[in-house]
């Protein structure tokens, strides 16, 4: 599985964008996906994360009522990660990533740890300007 990320870009503090998160040689539809994010000379930081129907998800306290994780699985097989009210801090590369095991999300909780994921795609950069 092969995981691309994309809809980052320059925004001003308040702004919105909407990231995407698509897969291809392979699919993540029966998986639960998260997005991460690292800023320099950060550690990698989780945001949000979703389950493999869309029906459970879970969010960063740092980003909880700012940002909505969402995935259509139907049409277009994409995890989509809604950021609105755009700080300064919220500037770094954005990851999406697919859940180790099709368990996270269905019989076990949704997962904040960068080890329980295992395909990871590429990285956006998100730059916020104050």
């Known amino acids: 599985v092969q995981l691309q990320a994309s809809g980052g870009g320059l925004v001003q503090a308040g702004g919105s964008l909407r990231l995407s998160c698509a897969a291809s040689a392979g699919t993540f539809s029966s998986y639960a996906v998260g997005w991460f994010r690292q800023a320099p000379g950060k550690e990698r930081e989780f945001v949000a994360a979703?389950?493999?129907?869309?029906?459970?998800?879970?969010y960063a306290d740092s980003v909880k009522g700012q940002f909505t994780i969402s995935r259509d699985n139907r049409n277009t097989d994409t995890v989509f990660l809604q950021m609105n009210s755009l700080k300064p801090e919220d500037t770094a590369v954005y990851y999406c990533?697919?859940?180790?095991?099709?368990?996270?999300?269905?019989?076990?909780?949704?997962?904040?740890?960068?080890?329980?994921?295992?395909?990871w795609g590429q990285g956006t950069l998100v730059t916020v300007s104050s």
């Open positions: 990533a697919r859940a180790r095991s099709k368990n996270s999300g269905r019989y076990f909780s949704l997962s904040s740890q960068t080890s329980t994921y295992d395909y």
């Open positions: 979703i389950n493999w129907s869309g029906g459970s998800t879970y």
